[in-house]
């Protein structure tokens, strides 16, 4: 636990080539990554404290654009690297969906904002679930 610091964090243009890529910011991926490890207990109390550094590119985001259901799927690699040795001990990518239910929303931009929120969630909670998993320490 408390052994993590974030590196690089970055938010590709996708393989659509959006810039936008869903709506989704750098610095909102790196704050929604840094909440998540936080609250999981993995974030350093200090870059010098830190055991492992984790770079993070969010890659593409799919998403539907017609339909009462509107789903998004988020694709993104995580790297874990051992300050020390400079040895990856974690490198991954994820690619996790979320179907964002008419009945969750009547409007549909709304709707599949929510999607795509809702997919990049679930991608960094399966992240920090891994890593539990994994027993990384």
Do not use: C
């Not at 590196?7 to 840094?34: C, F, M, P, Q």
């Not at 789903?71 to 690699?77: H, Y």
């Not at 964002?100 to 999607?115: D, P, Q, T, V, W």
């Amino acid at each position: 636990a408390d052994n993590i610091k974030l590196g690089s964090v970055t938010v590709s243009e996708g393989k659509s080539g959006r810039a936008d890529i869903g709506l989704v910011t750098a610095a909102s991926y790196r704050e929604a990554l840094n909440n998540a490890l936080m609250m999981a207990g993995y974030i350093a109390r200090g870059d010098k404290e830190a055991k492992y550094t984790l770079d993070a590119q969010l890659l593409d985001i799919k998403q539907d654009f017609f339909g009462f259901d509107l789903s998004a799927n988020t694709e993104a690699t995580y790297t874990l690297t051992n300050q020390r040795s400079g040895n990856v001990v974690y490198n991954e990518t994820l690619s996790l969906p979320y179907t964002a239910a008419f009945a969750e929303s009547l409007n549909g931009s709304h709707r599949l904002r929510l999607a795509t929120a809702k997919s990049v969630r679930e991608n960094i909670v399966h992240f920090v679930r891994t890593l539990s998993e994994k027993n990384i320490k």
